[in-house]
């Protein structure tokens, strides 16, 4: 049997139902939201036990809080491509403590305990000018405790001076001019503590994403000059076991143009999807795995059939149909915002509209016989 | 041509026989609401919960717009004050699959409700020791198109008890266990939902004393392919209630037909459908009133979908069904003619067309075994005492969709030892949960 084709019987019942059946009443509730009266924050001492109630408490940045100005201690890093979330711009910095080093074994990146990663979510008011004024919604940290990783997002305040710990997460509501010019409105979700494994996920304990030898073994701009960001961290001290760039893997950046379309399909499939679409991630349970190297066309989803998809699969068959990517359910998911269906399932409440056209023309062009 | 007017006229016939509920057990709308700080804290509650503690939930309606998430811990109990008393409604969720998630090790929860979670309703993955009990999971959306995928879904797990729950209205299964192993589903109701309750890729699963009802399909034993977890063995079916279950299946929108989940293709009025499934004992149930079949034993190449993949066979073998009561209903339930499935059914079985049958077996084999059926390479063993008031079809369509066969015949099928589904590992999985 075929189990693709509508028959005659179908339409029928369609017919039949369209006219007969159904009086659905789309029940739509507007929420109004309680905007929070901006705290007055104690004052916290740095006490070295982890997590401080206040960003500030840590001392990562100079001068004026917004700024984000590093310490001399950070760090800043930038993965080759990186995870959609809203358009949110993102600045990301490492503290390695004091006389420590991250150990590079094969593809491993080992950080010493004490590392700590800090990651700010801003938005500027007009995209054509991304260093102009901007708000910053949070900074997450993910911390190497003695028990492992810890991540704990910071919430920052109306007036841009400071950021609090808010483990349960938070809803806030964005405006901005985007690079065409057009205004946008965006219910930004910060994620609650638990949620960020939802993507930091290795075989269930909690691990960085971005700071990946893969991720970061390319060049980017510092204060005296371009360089591999590896080498870069070499050179301070900061990390041993770098034999060079060409000795260790690495992704390309998926908005680079000069690059094979399949590469830069594969690179946003690996940074959007591929932390939880991974033998160690928690999609493991679909078989499908979306990680760089991934060769294998089922696992890639290529006439593979979806398993839990529930309301994700929409009217397709197969998560990758080569030549119609209309008629593919990781498009169709990708093309969604609609809860249930929308992937991935946390860190966006918009459509990826480039990342959604890259995938597109890939499967397009996809030949599979 | 013929084939198609006449499916026509008796679409028109059969949309008054199409059922469809919205039945909820509990009114959840009389409850106190829990505050905003209240909401937070139960947040709080989860995220913070060390182990060996309990997280005590009291009565009230909790309207989440957030995930509850217990991430890696040990011994942890869910308490609520009973599933009339404390509600979880997902309905404003923002992001996330499921309303609540849990990992971790030696995990109860008991005795609430979840409500409308637009994904999954309860999920708990890589748990060893995971216990529901009297929860109630449920979607009050009145238009069923709208609702989540599983109600209760615990997947890569060992260690899984099931009892005394309420899963209804979900848009794929009710109580869905996929890919564990040592599982027992016991005393607990599915109803309105597609598929009742079903084992997926799972290994030893006791699955007793419950009422499956109003569903699309009642009780199904599948394995996929590709899938981490392989080919699943050992399910044992037995002193179930699986009855009525005619309703609608609303895993796709009414006219839109399948899709690739294969549960978009169970025609409604299937009582338990095995598919690719290994091992597995099915007795003492009263299998009553289900308008397509009481039990299909299929093979995946029905689904015409791809069926190679590693560790895994597309068919279904080593089945033992006896000791059942059947009973096909009143004459004016007519089998399903809106999947592919109830329309084999429906034209093709041995005793007359529209008859609603009791057992039927898709006679799919492995040719490698044998050239012939006759042998039952499949080791499908059907002893039921009242086989001669039974409707058994076993149908031929290994030559595509011009040449379908079936045949009454049961004789193959009757005299064959059973291998019985691992009585022995299933007597130390009880003693080890219960």
Known sequence: MDGSSPNFSTWVFTLIFLSLMWSCQSATKEESKASIPEEILAPEEATGKFPYRRLSTYGFFEGEMAQLAPNPSLIRYQPASSLFTDYALKSRFAYLPDGQKAILEGEELNLPQGTILVKNFYYPSDFRNPEGERRIIETRLMIHEETGWQAYPYLWNESQTDAVLKVVGSEVVVKYVDSQGEEQLINYLVPNKNQCKSCHNKNETLAPLGVQTKHLNHEIAFKDGSDNQLAHWTKLGKLEGFLGEAAHPSLINYEDKNQALEDRAMAYLDINCSHCHQAEGPASTSGLFLTYGQKDPLKLGVFKTPVAAGKGSGKHTYDIVPGQADASILLHRMNSTEMGVAMPEIGRTSIHAEGVALIREWINQMNYK | ?434
């Open chain 2, 1 to 434: 041509m013929i084939r198609s007017l006449f499916l026509f006229s008796l679409g028109l016939l059969l949309l008054s026989c199409g059922s469809e509920s919205t039945e909820q057990t509990y009114d959840s709308s009389t409850l106190r609401r829990a505050t905003l700080q209240e909401v937070e804290a139960l947040v709080e509650a989860f995220i913070l919960a060390e182990d060996s503690s309990t997280i005590s939930i009291p009565s009230g309606f909790y309207d989440l717009h957030t995930q509850l998430i217990l991430d890696n811990k040990t011994s942890v109990q869910i308490k609520g004050a009973g599933m009339d008393q404390t509600v979880l409604s997902f309905r404003n969720l923002k992001s996330g699959g499921e309303g609540v998630k849990i990992v971790g090790k030696e995990i109860t929860i008991e005795n609430l409700s979840i409500e409308d979670a637009p994904g999954d309703g309860i999920k708990a993955q890589h748990t060893d020791g995971i216990t529901f009990r009297k929860i109630n999971v449920t979607w009050t959306n009145g238009d069923k198109s709208k609702n989540g995928t599983y109600a209760i879904y615990p997947v890569q797990c060992k260690n899984v008890l099931i009892e005394e729950c309420i899963a209804s209205h979900s848009k794929d299964a009710g109580i869905y266990v996929g890919q564990s192993e040592d599982i027992v589903v016991k005393n607990s109701l599915a109803f309105g939902n597609v598929a009742g309750i079903e084992i997926e890729n799972c290994d030893r699963a006791e699955v007793y004393g419950n009422t499956a009802r109003d569903n699309a399909g009642g009780i199904l034993v599948f394995n996929l392919p590709g899938l981490p977890k392989g080919d699943g063995r050992k399910t044992r079916i037995y002193d179930n209630d699986i009855i009525d279950n005619n309703h609608e299946n609303f895993a796709t929108s009414i006219g839109d037909g399948p899709n690739g989940n294969t549960v978009t293709m169970i025609p409604p009025g299937s009582g338990i459908v095995l598919l690719a499934a290994k091992e597995v004992e099915i007795f003492n149930n009263r299998i009553l009133r289900n308008k397509t079949y009481g039990v299909a034993i299929a093979s995946y190449q029905v689904t015409g979908f791809p069926a190679k993949a590693p560790n895994w066979s597309p068919y279904t073998s080593d089945i033992s069904l006896h000791d059942n009561e059947y009973d096909r209903g009143s004459w004016s339930s007519l089998p399903d003619l809106t999947r592919e499935l109830g329309q084999l059914v429906s034209l093709y079985n041995a005793h007359g067309w529209l008859k609603t049958q009791d057992i039927i077996y898709d006679g799919i084999w492995d040719e490698s075994l044998a050239s012939s059926i006759d042998s039952n390479p499949m080791r499908i063993c059907i002893q039921e005492p009242s086989i001669k008031d039974l409707r058994f079809t076993r149908f031929y369509l290994m030559e595509g969709e011009d040449n379908i066969e079936s045949f009454k015949d049961y004789a193959p099928f009757e005299d064959c030892k059973p291998s019985p589904a691992g009585l022995d590992s299933l007597r130390i999985l009880h003693s080890k949960i219960l």
